[in-house]
């Protein structure tokens, strides 16, 4: 079957730094995004990887092994409103998304 | 309209009814997804629909029926509604079938 694991919640301190791992095994594979969701909104897009290695965007960055079937979320100089749901998605051979539960991340001051 | 609407943005609802939740977005994408959220789960894709005229079954599709006459509408229907449907249910769209997905602020529905 295919799998995505990420850990259901983890804390940090405002200013400081997190990540967010992701484990997947799927049928397949065509990029594996990550996605923000504030409680009780929308997902939305942050980012995109399907080579290996580091994408930086902003204070965001994401990694991806594809050998191992990880990828990870680095947030850098948290801020209160970096508070919410980060979800997983790996895109398999048929295109279709296949979701983690999401990671629940608080920041305190 | 910028992006992508759903109505209604929640809903109480009795057994039995049948409901049409709707989705219309104006960036003229091809490729369009119903989801349902539910705590403690990743969101699990029920149809989609990869160009308009065609529509596919995803994960949980059972109880649920789509159409896409156009490029811009994308209605999900439950025919007889049971209180397993009770969820949060997010539209989506994107470019091509192959590219990032954007979503639509959602729709709470509560069977009872």
């Known amino acids: 079957g295919q799998n995505i694991d990420q850990p259901t919640e983890m804390t940090a301190t405002e200013g400081a730094i997190v990540q967010i791992n992701c484990t997947y095994q799927t049928s397949g594979f065509n990029g594996l995004f990550w996605y923000q969701q504030h409680a009780g909104e929308a997902p939305t897009f942050l980012s995109y990887n399907v080579l290996d290695g580091l994408e930086e965007k902003g204070r965001f960055s994401s990694f991806l092994s594809r050998s191992k079937g990880y990828s990870y979320l680095l947030l850098k100089e948290l801020q209160m409103k970096d508070s919410a749901s980060y979800l997983c998605a790996v895109m398999d051979s048929n295109y279709q998304l296949i979701w983690g539960a999401g990671t629940k991340l608080i920041i305190k001051p | 309209i910028a992006g992508i609407t759903q109505a209604p943005t929640s809903q109480i609802l009795a057994a039995g009814r049948r409901m049409t939740l709707r989705c219309t977005q104006d960036m003229r994408h091809n490729a369009m997804y119903w989801y349902r959220q539910d705590l403690g789960l990743g969101l699990r894709l029920i149809h989609y629909?990869?160009?308009?005229?065609?529509?596919g079954k995803g994960e949980v599709p059972d109880g649920y029926s789509v159409s896409r006459a156009n490029t811009d509408d994308f209605p999900l229907t439950l025919a007889s509604a049971v209180p397993s449907q009770t969820s949060v249910y997010f539209c989506?769209?994107?470019?091509?079938?192959?590219?990032?997905?954007?979503f639509g602020p959602g729709t709470r529905l509560t069977v009872l």
């Open positions: 629909s990869n160009t308009a005229g065609t529509t």
């Open positions: 989506a769209s994107s470019e091509a079938a192959t590219d990032t997905q954007y």
